[in-house]
């Protein structure tokens, strides 16, 4: 490597030096906040403050005690949870049929329909927040969990629906003629020909929306609001900054609980993960 | 908004999908009209289509508080945005946010990219670092910036021994703006890298081991040859970055500065959830929102325009 590097002109020795300490600086900004907020989450103010890369004197928990106390994360996990797992089966409930009848449809119709779908990231959902509240308050249902289980499937349509027609396109028709012929029926042809195949877009499709529904933050805030009953671990987490006298160690604790369970699932899945964030943008 | 705004690239490269790989055909009514697709399509009308529709109505409207009628008012939101300060200086810091950081993020997505696809010692621990900034919500990334970012925290802790004295990043009008713009591309450069590393990753071995043996290196094969290979699907993570960064922008100001010091750190996006959730102008928010939407489209024609395939 050295000695190809140095028979190269000036410009592209610097290139390939630039690109490479480039990626690895950037590797270790990655890192670094990760290592901090960690040790921090073990230490006081005072040792956070005085040797905030030093590793802490004791591994004591009771940071995380605190935080999970004072901001009352235990519920705000289960309450992200529900509302998570809610939300992603009715996604799929919605996105499942759409998507097999959309790719089945020959006619002008069913290309209409999908590209409605396919221009919905057009749709800056953020700015019509406050229309949202209203639909929430229109519907009975403002400062309530159920609000958001109905809204956050709307929001991820577009793409689960992109993604799993693209998935149901390659299914040969003979497959599904096969089983017309057999007396099937529309909703059992999509249930015993087409789920079975579409398992790795489903998956995909399931593990990009956990992101983004465990995530969410602006929609919960304001859609369920700060009620410890009802609110979700990514509204509870800021709560535990304080304008005046922010507990770091908590802060950060804090913080390193709610990232667990995304964690826990990226190293389990972590290939199908890679592969779901990946197809967000390269399936076109 | 993830979701939505990763259906990007799908859209923008396949504009109008295909219908059946067999052509249009005689079919029954069943399946010339897509009926199960009726839920969705209903479902996505009411919770996203139905308020966006409302915004622009909104915007149109003179409604200064939850509890007050709304009347119409032609374009007087419009002329009161245009004559506020608040809002010329949100387009500014908008404009400082995405002319400064959407080309720093893309370059140095791509030139990471480049790395990481010449698969070097390492390139492994790379691409699975490279995926962390995409899985942490944007609470938990403000609030490891907040720690980060106070006074007596880790960059004022790395600094001192340097001579600096304590800088409020987050509190100092000269360096807010910047510090929530050195968020987003904490964030955004490794997400975009894995996407245009994926793109790369198709880039014939062959042809490029041949340009090597022509005595090409690094930076030309980057620039020469990559870049122009991958420039439209770069064009789409750069359209997908765009939108992020002007929509989301609002949640990491919220959470780590509240649009201050002054407004000094007002961007867009921030300034309609203030104007309807702190200051219930609601006429006002909408009509940004309206502009915040105009502006969008437009710029995801520029980047269309200068980032298309030239092949």
Known sequence: MAQRIAALPLRDRIGSITSGTLAWIYAALLLVPFYYFIVSSFKTNEQIFESPLALPATWDLSNFATAIQQAELGLAVANSALTTVAALVLTLLLALPASFALARATGRAGKIVESVFALGFLIPSFAA???????????GLFHTRTFVVF??????L?????????????IPRELEEAASMDGASSLQVLRQVYLPICIPGIATVLLLNFLSFWNAYLYPLILIGPDTAQRTIQVALPTLKVDAGTDYGVLMAGTLFT???VYLVYTVLQRQMQRALLSGAVKG | MTALVEAGPDAAVRPA???GPAGPRRGSLRDRFPGLALPALVWYAVFMIGPVVAMFVIAFLSWPGMLET???TGLGNFARVFADETFWAAVANSAIQIVVGLPVMIVLAFLLAFYVVQKPRGHRVLRYLLFIPALISAPATAMVFYAMLNPDGLVNGVLRPLGSEGTAWLADPGTALGAIIAVELWSGIGYSAVLIASRLDGVDVEIV?????DGAGDWRLAWRMYWPIARDFIGVVAMLQFLSMLFNSAQSVLLLTQGGPGTSTTTLAYLIYQKAFVEADLGYSQAVGVILFVIGLLGMGTIHRLLRATH
Request: charged share 5%; proline share 16%.
């Open chain 1, 129 to 139: 927040l406050f229309p949202t509240f209203l639909l929430a308050a229109a519907l």
């Open chain 1, 151 to 156: 809204l956050l499937p709307a929001t991820a």
């Open chain 1, 158 to 170: 577009p793409l689960s629906i992109v993604i799993l027609t693209s998935f149901m396109r390659t």
């Open chain 1, 259 to 261: 990232l667990l369970p």
């Open chain 2, 17 to 19: 999908l295909p219908g």
């Open chain 2, 70 to 72: 709304p009347e119409p």
């Open chain 2, 209 to 213: 081991q041949a340009a090597r043996i």
